[in-house]
């Protein structure tokens, strides 16, 4: 069974996808980028800014999907640049102690131009 996972506390999807899909007791999210879902505006300018938004996005998801962070097995993050590296870390590893599998490359560009995107893949319980 496939389950969609939608909530207004974290931004709308920005195109034709799900903000998360459940399947297999698994919950795969969407990349989130630093949206206040409030404002639907990109309010923070600098890294850590964007990453603490980009936490509290995902972090609205998985609740909607019955689960929290130390449920995260592996994360996908996008770096707008790698000389942030270590500035999101700082942030990163309030929110994923667990530590969970993890690829970090940083891209020529991402959605509204903001500077990190992440995606994360949960075990639910």
């Known amino acids: ?5 939608s909530t207004d506390k974290a931004p709308a999807a920005i ?12 919950v795969y999210a969407s990349g989130q980028i630093p949206i206040d879902p409030e404002t639907g505006n990109v309010e923070a300018t600098d890294i850590k ?12 998801i998985l609740i909607a999907a019955d689960c929290g962070y130390e449920q995260v097995v ?13 500035a999101f870390n700082e942030v990163y590893e309030k929110y994923f ?16 131009g903001v500077l990190c995107e992440v995606e994360v893949i949960a075990c639910l319980y």
């Open 15 to 26: 195109g034709p996808y799900s903000q998360a899909i459940v399947a297999n007791k698994m």
């Open 74 to 86: 592996k994360t996908t993050c996008f770096l707008a640049d790698m000389g942030d590296f270590a």
């Open 49 to 60: 800014g964007q990453t603490e938004q980009v936490m509290k996005n995902i972090g609205a």
């Open 1 to 5: 069974m496939i389950k969609k996972i």
């Open 97 to 112: 102690p667990g530590k969970p599998a993890r690829s970090c490359v940083a891209v020529k560009d991402l959605p509204k």
